[in-house]
């Protein structure tokens, strides 16, 4: 049923949830990998960065309390 759901709102909210989304990264020149700042994505991994977001809030405002209690603190939506 939340497939469905989410397919209705947007097909790529499903994909994120299926494949799983993984911030975006960025390699110093000393050859440190690093999470990269918001502010540096391009577009396409700001479209992966509001997908996640949004799936997250689909299933936040379906759960009840302990479940919400019990997943409130992941960062992706792959993790619940």
Do not use: C
Request: aromatic residues 18%; hydrophobic residues 40%; glycine residues 2%.
């Amino acid at each position: 049923m939340m497939q469905i759901f989410l397919e209705y709102i947007d097909n790529e909210l499903w994909d994120i949830i299926k494949s799983g989304y993984t911030h975006p990264t960025k390699i110093s020149l000393d050859g440190e990998v690093y999470l990269k700042p918001i502010s540096e994505y391009d577009d396409k991994e700001k479209k992966r960065y509001d997908y996640n977001a949004n799936a997250m809030i689909a299933f936040f405002y379906t759960l009840n309390h302990v479940e919400f209690t019990r997943v409130k603190n992941y960062k992706i939506v792959f993790e619940i």
